[in-house]
């Protein structure tokens, strides 16, 4: 069976890139206003990338299913 932290980084290398840095980065302790630099988005959209972002992670995981 694969770690859940392997099984976590082998989904996020699957996201497209975006929505991968941006979990990435909040991961890393990086506050919305950075998350949204460096996205080059407004704060005020960190939120809802974040939650399409969680979605699509999930999805992944649970095509991938427990190993």
């Known amino acids: 069976m694969i770690a ?3 099984q ?3 989904a ?3 996201l497209p ?4 840095l ?5 991961d890393a302790g990086l506050s919305r206003e950075l998350i949204a630099e460096c996205l080059r988005i407004e704060p005020e959209a960190v939120g809802p990338m974040m939650t399409i972002a969680e979605a ?9 299913g427990p190993r």
């Open 17 to 20: 890139v975006t929505y991968s």
């Open 22 to 26: 941006a979990l990435r980065l909040r």
């Open 56 to 64: 699509k992670l999930a999805a992944i995981l649970d095509e991938s």
């Open 8 to 10: 976590r980084a082998r």
């Open 4 to 6: 859940a932290n392997e």
């Open 12 to 14: 996020l290398e699957r």
